[in-house]
Each structure stands twice: as C-alpha cells, then as structure tokens.
C-alpha cells in the first residue's frame, strides 16, 4: 500500500503565494503521473496540474501562468507552488499518484486528504 500526504495550505490574501507539498511513502516500486485536483464548495473536482515522471506538465486553463507543479522522483513528492492567488483558487486541494508498488504490477490510483487553501481579504 501506498499513502499520500500533503501539506501546505492555509488562508492567504488575494494576490499572495502558498506552497502545498505532497509526499508519498509505503511500499513503492515507482510513480508515473503525479497531480493535484481541487474541489470547492458545491463544485465538482477538477484538474489543477499533473506531471509525468518524465517532467511533462499539464494545467487547468485557470491556473495557467500561476501555478507551478514540480516533482522530485527519488523523494516520491510533488508540489504546487501557487501565485497570483483569487478568490475563486479557494478549494480542498488534493495529491493524486499512479503508483506501481511492485514490479510488473498495474499502477494504482492512490489519492490525499486533501488540504485547504482559502483566499479571502
């Protein structure tokens, strides 16, 4: 098994940064696609980013030229580094890894907790 842990959020100002950082510890042969989803009160879960282990990144159209996703394969982590925060960013932030726990094994969707980011004045 495999888990998921993020940390990082917090209550920011409009236009201010926060950092969320996601690790992953158990049992792990490899990860392939590392991401980050969020979802805000009485909205659906949607895409943030998400990078493959090569380093291929993908955005949301809304968070593009804001948010950063980088991820350091031997640690197992992946993080968001978010600027230009809005009030629309506000949301439970979630960490997602396909992770392979053994060799020749199908990877696996493991998900966080998730963590809160709040922007508000």
């Known amino acids: 098994q495999a888990q998921l842990v993020e940390s990082g959020g917090g209550l920011v100002q409009p236009g201010g940064s926060l950092r969320l950082s996601c690790a992953a510890s158990?049992?792990?042969?490899?990860?392939?696609?590392m991401g980050w989803y969020r979802q805000a009160p009485g909205k659906q879960r949607e895409l943030v980013a998400t990078i493959t282990a090569g380093g291929r990144m993908k955005y949301a159209d809304s968070v593009k030229d804001r948010f950063t996703i980088s991820r350091h394969n031997a640690k197992y982590t992946v993080d968001l580094e978010m600027n230009t925060l809005k009030f629309e960013d506000t949301a439970v932030y979630y960490c997602?890894?396909?992770?392979?726990?053994?060799?020749?094994?199908?990877?696996?969707?493991?998900w966080g907790q998730g963590t809160q980011v709040t922007v508000s004045s």
């Open positions: 158990g049992t792990i042969y490899r990860i392939n696609d």
């Open positions: 997602t890894a396909d992770v392979v726990l053994q060799l020749f094994d199908q990877p696996r969707e493991y």
